[in-house]
């Protein structure tokens, strides 16, 4: 107890950090592309009509990639060294390294999945931490895999079994891509990551959480398979959606998990000031806030709710939520700022199909 009021301890962001790549690859880079169906049927239509309907649909205009000599991890550590930065804490004092991706390690040209030794034990060895009490480890959870290492790390502060985590996801989807898919254009490449510690908080911190699974046939919504070319080497396997069906269940579903985490945090709608969805398509993100305000009986959205980057950085997977929050922490991106007291949440849904979301007040 302080001057009257109680503190409690809570999970607390303690800083933020992000690797954006500098490629910029825009939808006219894909003009001279021929694209072919699930079906490897040709479809015969110009690729800058293509790519003007994908535009109108997603709201993407470009996306970035790494260079040819960087992988996952690579960018992972770039992030987490700014984070831990921002934190202004020893990284020798981190109880727990989580690293969320999808696909490790790829080196260009391979199509090949590198997770040995896993992407948080390589971020560890190069941020020279000697503590061997740091336990380092990946968690595959699609898309919403940075959230769920924060859910993870609120779970093991509150069993006693640490008290700082630095949690990254990064990813590099260039290098699983399928040129000859339409689909393809949807996803990037980037990393962002957190600091977190359980601290005393008279009001900040971690409020709630929420996350499911849903494994009949969504399981496969999002998987590996075969290029759209009818002449490709069929043992070569690239990132493959079906994109309506994940339109569906996310819009289905993701409001209700989103509107379970505020009601179990006993914050109403009202209250939310910002609202980091996970950057997968604009007309996607905005059909998702419609819907959970409707859950409230509220047709109206508040403006400005929904920061988003999607437009310029893309899909980037696990990375879009981290990188997306650490902008606007940082008063990054045009419009969007954040100040203590504020509450956000944060939600994403992906490969699984998982869907999961976090009550933070800053």
Known sequence: MHGGFYFMKRTIIR??????????????????????????????????????????????????????????????????????????????????????????????????????????????????????????????????????????????????????????????????????????????DGAGACVLEYTDSFESGILSTAAMS???????????GKSNFPEADPRIRFIKMKGRKVYEYALKHVPVAMKECLDKAEVDISEVKKIFIHQANEKLDEGVIKRLYRLYGIKEIPEGIMPMSVHELGNSSVATVPTLFDRVAKGKLKGHHIQTGDVVLFASVGAGMNINAVCYRV
């Open 214 to 224: 849903h494994t009949q046939d969504e399981a496969y919504y999002l998987h590996l």
């Open 15 to 188: 800083g933020t950090g992000s690797y954006i790549p500098a490629g910029v690859k825009r939808n006219q880079d894909f003009h001279h592309l021929t694209f072919f169906t699930e079906k490897q049927e040709k479809i015969d239509k110009p690729a800058a009509e293509i790519t003007g309907k994908f535009q109108q649909i997603t709201g993407i205009k470009e996306r970035r990639y790494v260079p040819e000599d960087v992988e996952a991890s690579d960018i992972g550590y770039e992030a987490a060294k700014r984070a831990l930065e921002d934190a202004s804490i020893d990284p020798e004092k981190i109880d727990q390294i989580i690293f969320a991706h999808n696909f490790g390690d790829v080196v260009k040209h391979t199509i090949q999945t590198d997770i040995l030794p896993a992407l948080a034990s390589r971020v560890k060895h190069r941020l020279g931490i000697k503590n061997p009490y740091c336990v380092a480890y990946d968690v595959l959870f699609g898309c919403p895999g940075w959230i769920q290492g924060v859910i993870q790390s609120d779970a093991y502060f509150k069993s006693g079994q640490a008290k700082r985590s630095l949690v990254i996801g990064g990813e590099t989807l260039s290098r699983v891509l399928d040129v000859y898919d339409r689909d393809s254009m949807i996803f990037s």
